[in-house]
């Protein structure tokens, strides 16, 4: 099969390689997937530059979307054939979705809906099931003011989506760039994280109070926003990343004072309970066609080092995505 991979950490131009490898055979309790479309997340490319190799050879990317050819001793025959999406493909695994196939136990082959096209589908492994466990960590947001950090990139564009379908209002930091983006997920306010103070006009917003609830992308820079009263009291902030992969100070003061609640949280690492919460809500929605989903740019597998830089420099509005088929 035709495959991308690298064989030590670097820039995508320096170690990506595109060619043919061994096509892999389901075990017991696997699916074989063809693949036809490969997600590229924010993830995937810091691995490739910096995190350590867990095998000699890596094919990138834990999210995609395509049909099951065969199925190892265990499965149901009657999955053959079936369009489905996966999520954690290169999660502790050495061989992602960056393959024409991949073998994977069958749980991570989740049906995926007719009226869905594989394109989506490689962009709900990361992002979509993100945004549902960090509106679901908020708890019943109907009625509530949330601050979505980052409201028109890849998983927060999704989160804008589900907690206003929740009934929640949506205040969304974008750059006038991508805020029409985000205002189109559901966002009724946008705060310019550039060129505005972002706390200040938080608590405008929200006649002084301070927001319900943050869900944050990166809190190496709003962790700076809780002292400011961005956050009103008994407020909730559920973080899903940063920017910063050192240590992050957090104001004691601003914490217990505001009687603060954070909330951390890794997708790949979801309890069971919690991943099939996600995964059936998920499905609801795909079913109902309640989801827009925003593919920015694709890219042949033999470009996945240009797909692989187009994450890097963060000029695309939408999810980057290969096309396998």
Not at 65 to 87: F, K, L, P, Q, T
Not at 112 to 121: E, K, Q, T
Not at 179 to 202: L, M, Q, T, W
């Amino acid at each position: 099969m035709k495959a991308g991979w690298y064989e030590k950490n670097g820039s995508a131009r320096e170690v990506l390689v595109v060619g043919e490898m061994g096509t892999p055979a389901p075990g017991a309790g696997e699916v074989l997937v063809r693949l036809a479309v490969s997600g590229v997340n924010p993830s995937d490319v810091k691995s490739r530059a910096g995190r350590p190799l867990i095998a000699p050879r890596i094919v990138p990317h834990s999210d995609g979307a395509g049909v099951v050819e065969a199925v190892g001793e265990g499965v149901d025959r009657s999955r053959i054939g079936e369009r489905v999406w996966i999520w954690n493909g290169q999660w502790k695994r050495p061989f992602g979705t960056a393959a024409e196939y991949i073998a994977l136990p069958q749980e991570q082959a989740v049906r995926l809906p007719d009226n869905v096209a594989f394109d989506a589908g490689a962009c709900l492994g990361i992002p979509a099931l993100t945004a549902l466990q960090a509106v679901a960590h908020q708890g019943d947001v109907s009625g509530k003011t949330l601050l979505v950090t980052g409201g028109a990139a890849s998983v927060g564009h999704y989160i804008c989506q589900i907690a206003a379908r929740r009934g929640a209002r949506v205040i969304a930091t974008a750059s006038p760039r991508r805020s029409a983006h985000a205002r189109a997920a559901g966002a009724s306010e946008i705060i310019d994280y550039r060129g505005d103070n972002v706390a200040e006009r938080a608590r405008e917003l929200t006649g002084g109070k301070g927001v319900d609830g943050i869900i944050d992308m990166d809190l190496s820079s709003t962790a700076a926003l809780l002292p400011q009263g961005v956050l009103a009291p008994h407020g909730k902030i559920v973080c899903y990343g940063s920017n910063v992969p050192a240590d992050i100070p957090v104001s004691f003061a601003a914490m217990l004072w505001g009687s603060l609640t954070l909330q951390l949280f890794l997708v790949y690492e979801l309890t069971p309970a919690q991943r099939q919460a996600a995964l059936a809500e998920l499905t609801r929605l795909l079913e109902q066609d309640a989801l827009v989903h925003a593919v920015g740019a694709s890219f042949p597998l033999d470009d996945i080092a240009a797909a692989h830089e187009a994450v890097e420099k963060g000029d695309i509005i939408g999810n980057v995505v290969l096309d396998l088929s």
